[in-house]
């Protein structure tokens, strides 16, 4: 059982590429999660969804773009990335929210922009 | 809006003894959930426990226990016997029923020494 599988574990970009940060869960969640890290902080919320089709935005989604067209995947796009993009990210995903628990985190994305 | 509150950025606490990690929250919900996360230095998120807002009895798992003042509004993580391996950033978070969003706080770096 893969659980929450995140790839890639590490990229470099440049100030201005583009790129996709992969995300799977094999747990039949509805709900699904992006967050980043920055250094010494806590996980702000980029953005989430509660099925397939449906997203919407947490508190830090400007400069990130997603979609869920399956219940299994949830890519996060950053277009035209920027140094205020370099963190660590994290996908999650869970079950409704009538279960104690249940959220499941990837091992994460170490992104640096340069 | 709901906010979840660590006032102690660092923590230490000697092998074997008790050690009590400080959150608050905010929120009007009278539904929601509360959790704790352990983050090595590895990186991956690590559920601990959970509270829920109705649970009558205090959390508790293994050496960790959850002290729930829901009149407060706070709920502590107390890790009894500590060890060398608690070593690590925690972070409290919320989850919002209505959503399935889960807040975090900033975080305290528990450092355990012999």
């Known amino acids: 059982n893969a659980g929450v599988t995140q790839t890639p574990k590490f990229r470099i970009l440049k100030i201005g590429q583009s790129m996709t940060l992969q995300c799977t869960q094999d747990?039949?969640?509805?709900?699904m999660y992006w967050y980043r890290q920055d250094p010494g902080m806590g996980l702000k919320l980029i953005y989430y969804s509660v099925g397939a089709g449906i997203t919407d935005k947490g508190e830090v989604p400007n400069g990130y773009n997603v979609s869920r067209s399956t219940t299994e995947d949830f890519p996060l796009r950053l277009e035209l990335a920027a140094p205020s993009q370099t963190s660590v990210y994290f996908c999650a995903s869970s079950y409704s929210s009538s279960s104690a628990g249940g959220y499941t985190f990837g091992s994460g994305t170490r992104l640096t922009v340069v | 809006a709901q906010k979840i509150t660590q006032t102690q950025p660092g923590m230490f606490v000697q092998e074997k003894e008790a050690v009590t990690l400080d959150c608050t929250y905010d929120t009007s919900d009278p539904s929601y959930g509360l959790f704790w996360y352990k983050q090595p230095s590895s990186g991956e998120m690590i559920f601990l426990i959970y509270q829920g807002s109705y649970d009558q009895q205090n959390a508790t798992e293994g050496r960790y226990s959850l002290n729930f003042q829901k009149a407060r509004k706070s709920a502590n993580l107390v890790i009894s016997a500590s060890q060398l391996g608690d070593s690590a950033m925690y972070f409290c978070?919320?989850?919002?029923?209505?959503?399935?969003?889960?807040?975090f706080g900033t975080g305290t770096r528990l450092q355990v020494f012999p």
């Open positions: 978070a919320m989850r919002e029923f209505n959503t399935d969003k889960l807040i």
């Open positions: 747990m039949n969640h509805n709900y």
